[in-house]
Structure formats: C-alpha cells, structure tokens
C-alpha cells in the first residue's frame, strides 16, 4: 500500500452530499466577507477550514501543517497570491489541490501559468459550482464514490463580515495612500462590492483603480469612495 492510499484511507471518507469530508483547506483571503463564504462552503462540503488573511501567515501556516487543498486570492496585502501559487505547485509533496480564485478573471491564465489547477471567479456563493471545481481539481482517491449529490444552494455570508471589510478600507484610507495602497484598496473594494452586488461601490472602485493604475493623482476617486463607504457604515449602524 502507498503512501497516498493509507492517508486516504485514514481520513473519513467522503460522502455524496458531503463530497470534502475529511480533508483540509487552507483559504488565503484578506476580504472577511469573502472568507465567510468559503467557510461557509467548506463546511457545508464537509471540509476543515484554516485561513490566513496574508502571504505572510499562508507562509507561516505550511510551515506547520500541509492542507489537502489550497484557495489563494490573487490579490493580497503584502503581495500576488500568483507568487504563492507557484511555490506551491513546486512544492514537494505538493498540495492535492492547489486553487486561484479573484474577481479580475483577467488574471485566470496567469495563476494557471504559474501552475494552479482551476480558477473560481468571484463572487462565489454557488455550493454546487463550488464543490465542483473542487472535486475536479483532487486526485481520485479524495473523491467520493459513485455519483455526487451536487446542491443547488446559495451561500449568503455574514453581513457583520461586510461593515468589517469596509470599515478595514475606510482606515486605510484614512492613513498615507501611496499609488500601491490606492491600487490595493481599489481591487479589493472591487471584488468585495461584487461579491455584495453594490453597485455604487463597484463603481467607485473601479473609478480608483483606473487612476492608480495609471499612476496619476486620484483625490476625487479617493474621495467619492470614502464616502460611499462612510454611507454604508452609518447605514448600518442606524439598523
């Protein structure tokens, strides 16, 4: 009997309806709202969830633990989750499942360059179309027998989560913004207002990002995305 055989063998064993029972994610994600939806998704798969909000604690979770399967944001706050990605696929052993998921699906080709094995586009609340790139990404022994009893269900995070990740932006902004701080607040207010569908946040984020990109003055930007944010906060606590 392999190595791998006996791993599989000493983990529960994965069921239909529960097709990632006994195996680990590790999620790198920095958007608390994001993160609740995975968790979500994770649990209701039957998986164990570990995150880590940065390169930094990613780093400093393989160190301790291998997971089965890895989900890297692209975008983090001290650097390109592309970067981790391939380490990762480098790695030896590797992980079973090494996953890139961003709301810029511009970014797919280069984090499957790198040597990720499926890309998930953001917003992701779909269990269904969750568990199913998942289960097409592990190897054969990880995935249950017969067939899957794939649901249909709709994940709906925490909204608590959401003000966190607002209130987190509205602080950044409130310190020094060099042209990488705006960039970074601007994809990740982008992907956040997505995965909330905000419309009027999207907007301005994309508005931020088009002038940080371009590497030139973005005041009014940096202005109407402060208070759209302001607006979301104080709607919140008058609820």
């Known amino acids: ?16 309806d529960r097709p990632l029972l006994g195996l680990t994610v590790l999620v790198i994600e920095d958007s608390r709202f994001a993160c609740e939806a995975m968790r979500l998704l994770c649990l209701r798969s039957g998986a164990r ?3 880590a909000d940065s390169l930094r604690a990613a ?3 393989l160190q301790v633990y291998r997971p089965s399967i890895v989900i890297a944001d692209l975008g983090l706050p001290d650097g390109n989750g592309i970067d981790l990605i391939a380490e990762l696929a480098q790695s030896q052993p590797r992980v079973d499942a090494l996953l890139a998921i961003s ?3 511009h970014l797919a080709a280069d984090a499957l360059a790198a040597g990720a094995d499926r890309f998930m586009s953001k917003p992701l609340q779909s269990l269904s179309q969750f568990q199913q790139v998942v289960l097409a990404a592990l190897p054969p022994h990880h995935r249950p027998l017969g067939l899957s009893v794939l649901v249909d269900e709709t994940i ?20 020094p913004c060099t042209p990488q701080t705006l960039e970074y607040v601007a994809q990740f207010l982008t992907g956040v207002a997505r995965s909330a569908r905000d419309a009027a946040l999207e ?11 371009l590497g030139l003055p973005a005041i009014e930007e940096q202005r109407v ?3 759209v944010l302001r607006q979301r906060l104080m709607r919140q606590i008058a609820i």
């Open 225 to 227: 995305i402060r208070s």
């Open 156 to 175: 709906t995070p925490d909204t608590i989560a959401l003000q966190d990740d607002m209130a987190h932006m509205d602080d950044v902004l409130s310190g």
């Open 1 to 16: 009997m392999d190595t791998l055989e006996h791993q599989a063998q000493s983990l529960p064993a994965p069921t239909a």
């Open 59 to 61: 780093r400093r979770h």
């Open 203 to 213: 907007q301005a984020a994309t508005a931020l990002a088009a002038r940080s990109t």
């Open 103 to 105: 709301g810029d699906t």
């Open 49 to 51: 969830i570990r995150r």
